[in-house]
């Protein structure tokens, strides 16, 4: 069972996040989160292992910039066509990106319930999944940690766009009335 999820921090954690001075991604200066070694053996393909020797690999976490993983000592960095996944938060105009790993939960179902209802029950689902201990993030997120805070982003995200469109069509609309 995952810990990943859990309101308090596992030790393994914590000493991920107390990394001293965190390098930056050599394309974006994003300063990545530190992800663990069994997170980029998941997430790589293969044929990619050899290129990681003993390093430390953080994350990055910038949506439009192409590093998906790079070394904290500079010299390797994994793209999109290194990894056995798409990243979600790399693709956020692409229906199908995942946005839960564990569960299947994806852009695309996140929009169509939106739009459908007006809301979404996901997050909750997700978080029901996880108290009965069925998450485990910290391998099958591509970041290495729970993914119900980027779920959370996407809603907020996808809830506001489907706002200022509701509101662009309305407006439209009383426009072509109004001559």
């Known amino acids: 069972m995952s810990d990943c999820c859990a309101v308090t921090p596992s030790a393994n954690t914590a000493n991920i996040q107390a990394a001293a001075s965190a390098p930056t991604c050599p394309s974006c200066r994003d300063e990545g989160r530190a992800v663990e070694h069994r997170t980029m053996l998941q997430m790589l393909k293969p044929d990619r292992f050899a290129r990681l020797g ?13 590093i998906i993983y790079y070394s904290t000592d500079g010299e390797v960095a994994f793209s999109a066509d290194d990894l056995r996944v798409k990243v979600g938060l790399k693709m956020q105009d692409d229906p199908s990106a995942q946005v839960c790993y ?58 506001e766009e489907g706002k200022a469109s509701t509101e662009a069509s309305l407006a439209q609309a009383h426009d072509c009335c109004s001559r």
């Open 54 to 66: 003993t390093r430390e690999f953080r994350f990055c976490q910038t949506p439009t910039c192409p």
């Open 102 to 159: 564990c569960f299947g939960y994806t852009e695309g179902m996140i929009a169509d319930e939106l739009r459908a209802t007006g809301w979404t029950v996901i997050p909750q689902k997700i978080t029901e999944l996880i108290k009965t201990g069925m998450c485990a993030c910290e391998a099958r997120n591509p970041a290495g940690v729970c993914c119900l805070g980027q779920v959370n982003k996407a809603v907020k995200r996808l809830s």
